[in-house]
């Protein structure tokens, strides 16, 4: 069984929309094969949490007003650590970077096939290596002023 194409058009509208809001490391996984409750997910980080609860925010009114999609469920709103969107089709989940890096979902799913993004979304690979090279780079600098 292969994500349906409701699924990829709630995907693509999405992965565009956290493109949009300068998400990290955007990636989709069909994950119907393995799971029976959803058919794909759809990744993406930021470095703070203000700006993953501003990609969650976009997400969730693009998908409104493109689709007529609402979530069912909404959960880590409180901390803006981790929030996920559950479509029901798809499961969305934005985290902070750190927290991208410890749960390493990638790892979990990479037996799936990935799910093919608009251009913007592929763009944004790497991305969060790379802001926290800069950030490293930013510390040291500042440390260097004290």
């Given amino acids: 069984m292969t994500a349906t194409d409701r699924s990829n058009e709630l995907i693509n509208v999405a992965a565009q929309a956290a493109a949009d809001k300068l998400a990290h490391d955007i ?3 069909d994950v119907s094969d393995v799971l029976a409750i959803t058919d794909a997910f759809l ?6 949490d203000r700006q993953v609860k ?15 999609a609402k979530p069912v469920r909404r959960e880590g709103d409180r901390e ?3 929030i996920l969107l559950d479509y ?5 989940h934005v985290q902070h970077s750190e927290e991208r890096v410890f749960y390493a979902l990638e790892r979990l799913w990479k037996d799936c096939p990935e799910l093919d993004l608009p251009e913007d979304a592929k763009a944004t690979r790497g991305k969060g290596a790379e802001h ?7 510390d040291a600098d500042a440390g260097d002023l004290r």
């Fill in 43 to 48: 990744l993406a980080s930021a470095p703070n």
């Fill in 54 to 68: 501003s990609i969650v925010d976009e997400i969730e009114e693009r998908l409104n007003k493109e689709l007529g």
């Fill in 132 to 138: 926290a090279e800069q950030q490293a780079a930013a």
């Fill in 27 to 29: 990636i989709a996984y």
């Fill in 80 to 82: 803006a650590r981790w």
């Fill in 88 to 92: 029901v089709d798809i499961v969305v």
